[in-house]
């Protein structure tokens, strides 16, 4: 799981300034996945040293939760607006945000998916132990 969440975190911050320079630099916000992308390269990295996996990993949850909640939660409602307008005023800002919010809900569900798997392991060992005694 950390190198997974380090590429998705490298993903977002390539993803981050090349969104801000197609823009034509008019948007320094077009930069925020790089923002959440540093923050999850930064907690993959963590999570390489094994006394800090559990608690970088459940931060990269949290990141990875705030970049679905602010990545889809704004391009659910303007990928409706541009549907029913025909038109957007910002559709690079539409598409950041989807690009922001899938790898970001990937990631989460991967994460939980992880977490779920380390804590039937963990009980499947302690229920194995007692009968070894």
Do not use: D
């Not at 930069?31 to 959440?36: D, E, G, I, R, S």
């Not at 040293?49 to 659910?76: D, E, F, N």
Request: aromatic letters at 6%.
């Amino acid at each position: 799981m950390p190198k997974f969440t380090i590429a998705i975190g490298a993903l977002l911050v390539v993803l981050g300034p090349a969104a801000y320079f197609i823009s034509g630099m008019s948007s320094f916000t077009a930069n925020l996945p790089a923002f959440f992308g540093i923050l999850l390269v930064i907690c993959g990295a963590l999570a390489l040293k094994p006394a800090l996996t559990k608690h970088a990993m459940h931060a990269a949850a949290v990141v990875a939760l705030l970049g679905v909640i602010g990545g889809l939660g704004m391009a659910i409602p303007g990928s409706i607006k541009w549907i029913a307008n025909g038109e957007h005023a910002r559709p690079l800002a539409v598409i950041v945000q989807w690009l922001l919010g899938v790898p970001s809900l990937i990631l989460l569900i991967a994460c939980i998916r992880s977490f779920i798997a380390v804590r039937k392991q963990r009980q499947a060992e302690q229920s194995a132990q007692p009968a070894a005694n």
